[in-house]
Antibody, heavy 121, light 109 residues
Framework: QVQLLQSGAEVKKPGASVKVSCKVS????????IHWVRQTPGKGLEWMGS????????LYPQQLRGRVTVTEDASTDTAYMDLSSLKSDDTGVYFC??????????????WGQGTVVTVSS | DIQMTQSPSSLSASVGDTVTITCRAS??????LNWYQHKPGNAPKLLIF???SLERGVPSRFSGTGSGTDFTLTITTLRTEDFATYYC???????????FGQGTKLEIK
């Protein structure tokens, strides 16, 4: 079955960047939309960005535009989320997710296990 | 971007109770509304999609209603495993921007 396997925990200093990976198994990236969501103590769940092959370009929320970049490597079926200019309130758990159902209403029905990112001086 | 406002932000209830969580969108989103359950240390879990469709394997004590801008999640006959944080998510637009509500933490009374 399809699985999403994320990279391990990261500890970064303020101002640095972090890159989290999400490897697809049981399918290929070309068939899946990959979404990035984080859970931080202050803000709950926050959508960070997506790449849908049917759209053909990444999508970002207004509040993170310019700091977050989502990319994909089709040769390894791995998606990446890069967050720059890290601050202490970026500390949290970062998830990738996908829509396996692919119906008329988008949804996130399969999730990676999460990657803990800690930003501390 | 569409803003989602959930209420209440926290809720205390007992096993066997029925609870309702509401979610309001800043503009009409038709039926493009999902609900997730999130427990610490786990990935979020999809409960309901398209306002009222139950995800496979989710117990029927969970139900969703609404349209336009106002939506509700109802959990009947609460069980201990239902105590978690619940989020609504809108997926309206072409392409959609997937904003979440701020969450409702359901705690045991």
């Amino acid at each position: 079955q399809v699985q999403l396997l994320q990279s391990g925990a990261e500890v970064k200093k303020p101002g640095a960047s972090v890159k989290v990976s999400c490897k697809v198994s049981g399918s290929t990236l070309s068939q899946l939309s990959i979404h990035w969501v984080r859970q931080t103590p202050g803000k709950g769940l926050e959508w960070m960005g997506s790449f849908d092959p049917e759209v053909g370009e990444p999508l970002y929320p207004q509040q993170l535009r310019g700091r977050v970049t989502v990319t994909e490597d089709a040769s390894t079926d791995t998606a990446y989320m890069d967050l720059s200019s890290l601050k202490s309130d970026d500390t949290g758990v970062y998830f990738c997710a996908t829509d396996l159902f692919r119906g008329s209403f988008p949804l996130f029905d399969l999730w990676g296990q999460g990657t803990v990112v800690t930003v501390s001086s | 971007d569409i803003q989602m406002t959930q209420s209440p932000s926290s809720l205390s209830a007992s096993v066997g109770d029925t609870v309702t969580i509401t979610c309001r969108a800043s503009q009409r989103i038709n039926r493009y509304l999902n609900w997730y359950q999130h427990k610490p240390g786990n990935a979020p879990k999809l409960l309901i999609f398209a306002t009222s469709s139950l995800e496979r394997g989710v117990p029927s004590r969970f139900s969703g209603t609404g349209s336009g801008t106002d939506f509700t999640l109802t959990i009947t006959t609460l069980r201990t495993e239902d105590f978690a944080t619940y989020y609504c998510q809108q997926t309206y637009g072409t392409p959609p921007m997937f904003s979440f509500g701020q969450g409702t933490k359901l705690e045991i009374k």
